[in-house]
């Protein structure tokens, strides 16, 4: 708890003691605002010409004046505060949930990256198998397409051989036969 107050001020030419538990300075604050209010009054040659009760009577009616539209204006500062702030938790409850959205796109991102790299490793391992098949086929067919050659070629060498013989041989006894 604060702790209670003195100072001695001079308001409108008199020195007063004002003690409260603000500050020494609060305090000197307050007798300096109420002295510029009487100062601003004095400068009006209608305030001067009046009575000294009229006087603290205006006086006071434009202190309460003041007092009213600061507070009005602090009232309105506070719900602009309070609607900032409404606006500031929001936009964190929004960031938050994007960056939630962000954590997940990521995560889901780096699964499919690596489905993406598993199946191009294996589409990878399919084409090569695919070639080495396909090569085998091709070279197991030139193989065999020459051994097929050469025992065609074995096969028929003989047949030509056979039918050259029997042309010969045919001839001969043709020729014998008289034919």
Do not use: C, W
């Not at 690596?114 to 198998?129: D, G, P, V, Y």
């Amino acid at each position: 708890m604060s702790v209670k107050t003195s100072a001695d001020v001079l308001i409108g030419g008199k020195i007063y003691t004002l003690s409260g538990y603000e500050s020494e300075e609060y305090l000197q604050k307050v007798a300096n605002y109420i002295n510029s209010k009487i100062n601003e009054f004095d400068e009006m040659e209608q305030f001067r010409r009046l009575a000294a009760d009229m006087k603290s009577t205006l006086l006071e009616l434009n202190i309460a004046d003041d007092y009213f539209k600061a507070k009005e204006q602090a009232e309105k500062l506070e719900e602009t505060v309070r609607e900032k702030e409404r606006e500031i938790y929001e936009l964190q409850h929004d960031l938050i949930s994007a960056k939630i959205r962000v954590e997940s796109s990521e995560k889901l991102a780096g699964e499919l990256e690596k489905e993406n790299r598993e199946l191009l490793l294996n589409k990878s391992k399919l084409e090569a198998s695919l070639e080495d098949a396909l090569l085998g086929k091709v070279k197991g067919q030139v193989v065999q397409k020459d051994s097929e050659t050469l025992n065609q070629g074995e096969d028929q060498a003989p047949v030509k051989q056979e039918s050259e013989k029997g042309k010969a041989g045919r001839s001969k006894s043709d020729t014998q036969n008289g034919k």
